[in-house]
């Protein structure tokens, strides 16, 4: 196992621990960022974004590329696909499968992950008709009926791109108005592939080797009715990716990690960026703030902690 040192290591490669990457190698301190997975997070997996300034429309992986090339400008050292081990925040120490790593500060950006429906049948299901993917799995539904649930930006988007392959797209939201911005509903309901079921919830998902059914209660009448559909894609909001680190910090009550606005959290020298954290907006934009604030803030905890040497 290799023993590896860095002034930083970031945990996490999407579009905040890449950005906390190049504003920390870019103040001098030796950075590392290491992720589980291949670098770019979750904007890797969906076609396009619109709301990124200085892009109209950009694709989620090309603009993740940009940034990843950005972080290997000034010499950031990338650790892809490791298997954490274990992550020791007080003596910023993480070891995975290969490496150990020690640091003097660590960021936190490892994101977040769908939440699941917690509904029998989803778990069972999953790459035989559940998805949490559009983008991914999408073309898969081609001339199928699939039923989207959630009434955030998330769900309606995801609900507009799925009527490019679908016949037919069923988003299921537990109230009577969607929570999504006003634009994106707008184009919805205009997109007449999309039928809104209103005021029910999933209880279960039912098929042979293959998802056939959504069961659904309407949770004003309680009366409970059955869905024929192919695919069933959740967008109810999200969890935090917290694995290994959930108990070392302060955490709220979704196990968001809490930070101050230098997004320094409850244990010294260690902060936390993007979606992992307490935040009242996660985008990509808000996500690469926060990687720059806490790295600049990182670097300064190095500044004021170095060892006197005499
Ligand atoms: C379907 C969908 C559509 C969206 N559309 C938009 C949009 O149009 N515009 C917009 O601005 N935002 C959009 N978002 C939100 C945006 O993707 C997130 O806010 C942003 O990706 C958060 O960046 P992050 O770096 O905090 O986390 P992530 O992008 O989640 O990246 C986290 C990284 O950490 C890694 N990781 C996780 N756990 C560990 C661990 N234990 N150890 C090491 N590495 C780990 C992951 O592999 C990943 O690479 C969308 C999100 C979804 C799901």
């Given at each position: ?27 001098a301190?030796?950075?590392a ?32 590329e ?13 650790f ?110 205009k ?42 894609f ?8 917290v ?35 307490k ?32």
């Open positions: 196992m290799a023993q590896l040192e860095f002034d930083t290591v970031i945990l996490g490669g999407g579009p905040a621990g890449l950005s906390a990457g190049i504003y920390a190698s870019r103040g301190v030796s950075t960022i290491v992720d589980m997975n291949m670098f770019g997070g979750q904007p890797s997996n969906y076609l396009e974004l619109e709301n990124y300034p200085g892009f109209q429309v950009v694709g989620g992986y090309d603009l993740m940009k940034f990843e090339e950005h972080a290997d400008k000034f010499g950031v050292k990338k892809p696909m490791q298997e954490i081990q274990s992550i020791d925040l007080n003596s910023k120490r993480i070891i995975t499968s290969e490496n150990e790593f020690s640091a003097k500060t660590i960021i936190i950006a490892t994101g977040a992950q769908p939440m699941k429906l917690g509904v029998p049948g989803e778990k069972e299901f999953v790459g035989r008709g559940v998805s949490y993917c559009a983008v991914c799995d999408g073309a898969f539904y081609r001339n199928k009926v699939v039923a989207v649930v959630g009434g955030g930006n998330a769900a309606v988007e995801e609900a507009m791109y799925l009527t490019k392959f679908a016949d037919k797209v069923y988003l299921v939201h537990r109230r009577d108005e969607l929570r999504a911005d006003k634009i994106v509903q707008e184009r919805a309901f997109n007449e592939k999309i039928e809104f079921v209103w005021n029910s919830i999933v209880t279960e998902i039912k098929g042979e080797n293959l998802v056939d059914t959504v069961v659904l209660e309407n949770v004003k009448t309680h009366e409970v009715s059955n869905l024929s559909v192919n695919g069933v959740p967008y109810i909001g999200i969890v935090p990716n694995e290994n680190i959930s108990g070392q910090l302060l955490q709220d009550a979704g196990g968001f990690f809490i930070t101050d606005e230098t997004m320094a959290t409850s244990v010294e020298g260690v902060f936390a960026v993007g979606d992992v954290r935040t009242p907006l996660r985008q990509v934009i808000t996500a690469a703030s926060d990687g720059a604030v806490g790295a600049v803030y990182a670097v300064k905890y190095i500044e004021t902690h170095k060892e006197v040497v005499v």
